[in-house]
């Protein structure tokens, strides 16, 4: 058994040693041996490449393409769905480490904790006999200078602790949503839009009863998000942005582990909101939502706009180091429905 780390993501020049690489052919099912994976220590494993799987079907590591009836690269091969999402996956101890996002240049990247055995890895088809090709994988061993660990502190050790300044500064962040509406170990926030910012300001979680939270908290009144506290929130982001782990020692939470800045890291975030307001004897309902990401490191500005090294528009600068991909609104009062921005780009992750 080994320990996946979802998501984090890692920069070129970390204490990363190569483990050894390996083309996993796809034409059987036998494993591949792989390295000995040492106990509590983390191990990047990269994937690239595809193959072709028969029945006119190209695959990598998660998703497939089947040229007679897909239109898009997906974790389910078409036709064959009752089968699973693992059909044609690379497996990893007999797992499907990739997550569920097809990488548009066939290259994953996933760290897990090792656990003493050796590794194993074969690519899980039915009939791998018609397959042809093979991916490749590369292992790189998470090293620190003597006397330092090699692992990562998790949530569930309840050693990660609320920064100074919160109201709860000095408590373990704990699995499962807080007080506030925070699960930092499923990455999302969920609730009042007021409530994302309170706690980091040092004031209690708001729970809808205007007035007697004024009267225990009257300095929360002139908190620019107290307006906002019918407004709900959802929330989501990757491990860029915010991991759920502490893999630097500094007893945080990790944000754009590996990288200087946010630049380049892959980091994105998502925020959809939705309330209703009254106007002339009637409610009216809105709904906002926006994506937004870390820019390329060889992306650049012009009049408040971010572009790609090719010169195409990715969207207009938001908090110095991210770019809006998407926006969309929809409000019943004042008729606005649809997409409001979509980057030139894409409004995909997978882009950037």
């Known amino acids: ?42 191990y990047k494993v990269v994937v690239s490449g595809t193959y072709m799987a028969g ?21 389910l091969v078409s036709t064959y769905e009752s089968y699973g999402t693992t059909l044609l996956d690379l497996m990893v101890n007999g797992e499907s480490i990739w997550g569920t996002m097809c990488s548009p240049d066939h290259t994953y990247t996933q760290v897990i904790k090792g656990d003493g055995n050796l590794s194993n890895l074969f690519i899980f088809d039915t009939h791998p006999s018609n397959n042809t090709g093979d991916l490749h994988v590369e292992f790189y061993k998470f090293w620190k200078a003597t006397g330092e660990s090699n692992s990562c502190t998790t949530l569930q050790g309840g050693d990660i602790l609320y920064s100074s300044g919160h109201y709860l500064a000095g408590q373990p962040i704990k699995t499962g949503f807080d007080a506030y509406g925070y699960n930092y170990q499923a990455h999302m926030f969920s609730g009042s839009y007021t409530n994302s910012y309170l706690g980091g300001a040092g004031f ?17 009144e002139a908190h620019w998000a107290w307006p906002y506290r019918s407004t709900q929130l959802l929330m989501k982001w990757n491990d860029a942005w915010l991991a759920n782990t502490d893999c630097d020692n500094d007893g945080k939470l ?15 975030l998502t925020n959809h909101q939705w309330d209703s307001y009254p106007l002339d004897e009637n409610e009216y309902k809105w709904n906002y939502f926006i994506k937004i990401v870390a820019t390329p490191a060889d992306a650049t500005t012009v009049g408040g706009i971010w572009y790609n090294a090719d010169g195409a528009e990715i969207g207009p600068v938001i908090w110095g180091e991210f770019a809006t991909i998407l926006e969309i609104y929809n409000d019943q009062g004042t008729g606005e429905h649809g997409v409001f921005y979509k980057s030139p780009v894409g409004p995909g992750f997978g882009k950037y």
Do not use: Q
């Open 55 to 75: 029945d006119g079907i190209e695959a990598d590591a998660l998703c497939s393409y089947r040229t007679a009836s897909s239109s898009e690269w997906t974790d």
């Open 1 to 42: 058994m080994f320990f996946v780390l979802a998501g984090t993501s890692y920069a070129k020049n970390e204490p990363w040693t190569s483990a050894g690489s390996y083309d996993i052919p796809a034409n059987t099912i036998s494993p591949t041996v792989g390295p000995i994976l040492d106990a509590g220590v983390n």
């Open 204 to 220: 209690p979680p708001y729970l809808g009863d205007d007035e007697a939270y004024l009267a225990a908290n009257p300095a929360a």
């Open 254 to 268: 990790d944000r754009h582990y590996g990288y200087p800045t946010y630049i380049g890291s892959g980091a994105w």
